[in-house]
Structures are given as structure tokens and as C-alpha cells.
């Protein structure tokens, strides 16, 4: 029962349902998924080693509420897993994942080209974990689902996406290239780069909504009973 609630609250953390700082409602969730409080309270504790939630005593299940720093880390781990993945796949030349990765490269550019930012985007998704599975190693693809988790939901949470052109596709031609022609160094060196350009615009865009906008400034008191008063003299100058 927990394997069964686990994906379904953490789709809900992730995109943004729960919001960092909320508190999970026990009593709504039990309702809403049909169970008791054990198999939830267990779904928990699996969403807390994951690190979307904190258990706090006497409180409850709280979304984690990760700040810039913390962002740049989980992207520091996900380029450097990335990296691994591609300079493996160079190096083994996986005959099905290179067609797969191919498939899907062209496919990225059609819907650039139509402008379909939702098909781009899950594309987008899908070439990078095509990658890491090619690499056939069971804790790389284990470790990156993980990480992934809080790069989607960072991605949901303030809208951070690399910027949506034909370019956009492009960015990733370095890297089918260079794995296509064994070049394993420069495959990982290109998948690096091409992350450390999504970190940065991430990380910026994350920046710019957290600034506060500088605040209206109200009328001074008394400027309103001011003009009041002029509007006044100038009668009574008038009538004179």
C-alpha cells in the first residue's frame, strides 16, 4: 500500500500541489487515498530519505522548502551523474540506445519547430534518461531518478526551463555527435555544458522571482486635506 501512495503524493509535491512550508493534512490524504494512517505515515518516511518532506515531531510531514544553494548542489550532482552517463555510453556504443537517443533528438526538433512545448519538454526528459539507461548501471539510473525528482519539482515550482526555441534542440546536437563518434571525453564534456547552461538560467530565474518588488509609495498624509484647502483659497480668491 505505501508503493501504491508514495508516487501519487510525491506527483503532487513535485508539481507544485504542495508547496514548500505546507504542512501534509493527515486526516484529507487518509480520506482522499482510502487507507489508514500507518500505510500513509510509511509513505512518509520513504518521501522523507528522499528529501521532499521533513517529519517533525508533534507537527507533521512538512514539504522541504530547499534554497538557491541547495538547488545549485542537486544540479552540481545531476551534471556530474549525466557526465558519467554519457562518456559510458560513448565508450559502450549501445547499438539500441543510439538509435533511441537519434529517435528522439529528431523528434525534439519537430516539436521545437511547431512550437509544442509540452511534447518538447517530455522529450527532453526522455533523452537525457535514455542516456543514463544506456549505461545499464542499476544505481546510476536508481541515483539519478532521485535526484530528478527535486530538479522537476524546482523546474514546476518557479517555471525555471531552458528557453524554448529551435536552439533549444540544438543545444543537445554536441552531445548525439560526440557519442555517435565514440569521443566519450568530449560526450561527458558536452553534456556538461549543455546542464550547466539549464543550472544557470534555473538558478537566475529562481533569483529574479524571489526579489522583492520594491514597494509603492503611499500619498504623504495630508496632501489629500492640502489641496483640499488650495482648491478653497483660490475660491474665495475668486469671489474677491
Known sequence: MPDQILPL???DIVENRWKSGDRLPEPQLCKEFGVSRTPLRDAFKMLEAEGLIRLI???GAVVTDP??????ETMDILIGLEQLAATRVAQLQPLEVLAEMERIYRA???AAEQNDAVRY???NDDFHLCIVRGTGNRS???LHEKVMW?????RHRANAVEPFTVESADSHYDVVCAIRAELAEEAGLAIRAHLENVSRIMLA???VQNTPRPAVPEPRRGSASTKAAGRKARAATARV
Do not use: F, I, N, T
Open 9 to 11: 503524493l510525491r506527483k
Open 57 to 59: 515531531p508533534h507537527v
Open 67 to 72: 534554497d538557491a544553494a541547495e538547488v545549485g
Open 108 to 110: 525534439m526538433q519537430l
Open 121 to 123: 519538454y517530455a522529450l
Open 140 to 142: 546510476l539510473v536508481d
Open 150 to 154: 527535486h530538479v522537476h519539482r524546482e
Open 205 to 207: 530565474r529562481r533569483l
